[in-house]
């Protein structure tokens, strides 16, 4: 297991940028590269590479706003394509004022594969606020006190 966390504010750079986190606070032996683990991640590096077969839970959350009025995604992409059931929608009504996002989510990775996480701004989602079925783009992200995990079930 793998707990990563970035309490200070970040501003993303992109509406399609990756999450970052500052701190792993809590990582299990089997959680690192070394003695045959099961994960690759750096520090403060956005990237979580899974190195064995099996089925994990991830789980996100964050308080996040923007700089403007307008709807902020974040979501979980696998290999760089974004993993469904991961988007994480939030309207900020008032730029500067925060609201909580979260996700939970169970992936598989081939039993003689290996995959690559991240946490990433989405650039465009639909919702309902214009005209339903509608895509919105998204404005930067800006987030703080994020905290990511991942657990290997099985």
């Known amino acids: 297991m793998i707990q990563s966390v970035n309490e200070n504010i970040e ?21 690192n590269c070394y003695c045959n683990g099961w994960l690759q991640h750096d520090k403060g590096s956005p990237i979580y590479k899974i190195l064995e077969g099996g089925i994990y839970k991830v789980s996100f959350n964050a308080n996040v706003t923007s700089a403007t009025v307008g709807t902020v995604a974040l979501g979980l992409f696998q290999d760089g ?29 081939c039993c003689r594969g290996d995959s690559t996480l991240t946490v990433q701004s989405v650039p465009n989602v639909v919702t309902g606020a214009a005209l339903p079925g509608t895509p919105v783009v998204t404005q930067i992200p800006v987030l703080q006190n994020a905290n990511f995990s991942i657990t290997k079930r099985c």
């Open 11 to 31: 501003i993303l750079t992109s509406n399609s940028s990756t999450v970052s986190f500052t701190d792993d606070d809590i990582r299990t032996r089997r959680a």
């Open 81 to 109: 394509i974004l993993i469904p059931g991961s988007t994480a929608i939030a309207e900020v009504a008032t730029a500067g004022d925060y609201v909580n996002v979260s996700f939970d989510k169970l992936i598989n990775v």
